[in-house]
């Protein structure tokens, strides 16, 4: 079995987990509220600490049109231009946070996106908790595997011959947070690799296996991630703005409560803003911004 092949059998491993039992109810939910999605993956801490009754879950929810999705034309628009849309699910249990998009897109944005935001986020483990036939679970397993090989790409050239896998994934998330407003604190990627170690090391080797001279072309790799941070922080704060027409009702308390978790800044919304998000949003995102909850 060639190197490639045997990432993607990882890929396909990490894929296949099972979802927490507690979150049954949210998968549920997300079924009901969207019975036209043809996928649903399962990523993020809530994943990492399936243990912690705290962690509540984030989804990307596929579907194989835009208006599948049933969030009428405008945001179907909005979603085809700058995917993904936001959308936060209540239920009993607590919120879920859900991200909209096509297959397609995904698809898209796995091999060819210039921005990390999908290749950056699933070449971390995630788990495909639905998917509505052999032949969607083919499509999504090969867009995973895609983002791993164009993760650790754009991460080898800015490591050294000879740092192990930790140096390369770690420097590498720290260069796609970098390229976005991210609320994340500095010892975020090593957390993240300590996590699920035993995966990345072994993704790593594969990827290394398959192409030794990975890490050649340092100067035109730095150049990309210098301009992946213009263009993602940029793209960050038109999701922002999209967002505060798109997010829907109990997004702001989610997206306030997320940010102090990772951040440390804690803004408490006021009844007029939790009325009028729309109207709240810009404010609410220079504060967080001058109180440093983006990095």
Not at 16 to 42: E, G, I, T
């Given at each position: 079995?060639?190197?490639?092949?045997?990432?993607?059998?990882?890929?396909?491993a990490?894929?296949?987990?099972?979802?927490p039992?507690r979150?049954?109810?949210?998968?549920?939910?997300?079924l009901?509220r969207?019975?036209?999605?043809?996928?649903?993956?399962f990523?993020g801490?809530?994943?990492?600490?399936?243990?912690?009754?705290?962690?509540?879950?984030?989804f990307?929810?596929?579907?194989?049109?835009n208006?599948?999705?049933?969030q009428?034309?405008?945001?179907?628009?909005?979603?085809a231009?700058?995917?993904?849309n936001?959308r936060?699910l209540q239920?009993?249990?607590?919120?879920?946070k859900c991200?909209?998009m096509?297959?397609?897109?995904?698809?898209?944005?796995?091999?060819?996106?210039?921005?990390s935001?999908?290749?950056?986020r699933?070449?971390?483990?995630?788990?495909?908790?639905?998917?509505a036939?052999?032949?969607?679970r083919?499509?999504?397993?090969g867009?995973c595997?895609?983002c791993?090989?164009?993760?650790?790409r754009?991460a080898a050239?800015?490591?050294?011959?000879g740092?192990?896998a930790?140096?390369?994934?770690?420097?590498?998330l720290?260069?796609?947070?970098g390229?976005?407003?991210?609320?994340?604190?500095a010892?975020?990627?090593a957390?993240l690799?300590?996590?699920?170690?035993a995966?990345?090391?072994?993704a790593?080797q594969?990827?290394?296996d398959?192409?030794?001279?990975?890490?050649?072309?340092?100067a035109?790799?730095?150049?990309r991630?210098a301009?992946?941070?213009?263009?993602?922080?940029a793209?960050?704060?038109?999701?922002?703005?999209?967002?505060?027409?798109?997010?829907?009702?109990?997004?702001?308390?989610?997206?306030?409560?997320?940010?102090?978790?990772?951040s440390?800044?804690?803004?408490?919304?006021?009844?007029?803003?939790?009325?009028?998000?729309r109207?709240?949003?810009?404010?609410?995102?220079w504060?967080?911004?001058?109180?440093?909850?983006?990095?």
């Amino acid at each position: 079995m060639s190197a490639l092949l045997n990432l993607r059998a990882l890929v396909e491993a990490q894929l296949s987990q099972p979802l927490p039992p507690r979150l049954s109810p949210f998968l549920a939910a997300v079924l009901k509220r969207w019975p036209d999605a043809v996928a649903v993956l399962f990523y993020g801490s809530a994943r990492r600490e399936s243990g912690n009754p705290e962690k509540e879950p984030d989804f990307y929810i596929l579907f194989e049109r835009n208006r599948d999705s049933g969030q009428g034309a405008p945001a179907a628009l909005a979603n085809a231009a700058l995917p993904p849309n936001v959308r936060f699910l209540q239920i009993e249990e607590g919120f879920a946070k859900c991200a909209l998009m096509t297959v397609s897109a995904f698809e898209r944005e796995a091999s060819r996106g210039f921005a990390s935001v999908i290749w950056g986020r699933f070449a971390q483990p995630s788990t495909l908790v639905y998917a509505a036939n052999e032949d969607i679970r083919d499509r999504i397993a090969g867009a995973c595997t895609m983002c791993v090989e164009r993760f650790l790409r754009n991460a080898a050239p800015l490591t050294e011959p000879g740092d192990d896998a930790e140096t390369l994934w770690v420097t590498g998330l720290m260069a796609s947070y970098g390229s976005e407003l991210r609320a994340e604190s500095a010892n975020r990627p090593a957390e993240l690799f300590d996590a699920d170690s035993a995966y990345y090391r072994m993704a790593a080797q594969h990827f290394l296996d398959a192409t030794p001279d990975a890490r050649q072309g340092r100067a035109s790799a730095a150049r990309r991630w210098a301009a992946r941070r213009i263009w993602g922080k940029a793209r960050t704060m038109m999701h922002v703005t999209k967002a505060a027409f798109t997010v829907g009702e109990g997004g702001l308390d989610y997206v306030l409560s997320k940010l102090s978790r990772h951040s440390g800044v804690e803004i408490e919304p006021t009844a007029w803003q939790r009325a009028h998000p729309r109207l709240a949003a810009p404010g609410l995102a220079w504060r967080l911004w001058r109180k440093g909850a983006f990095r």
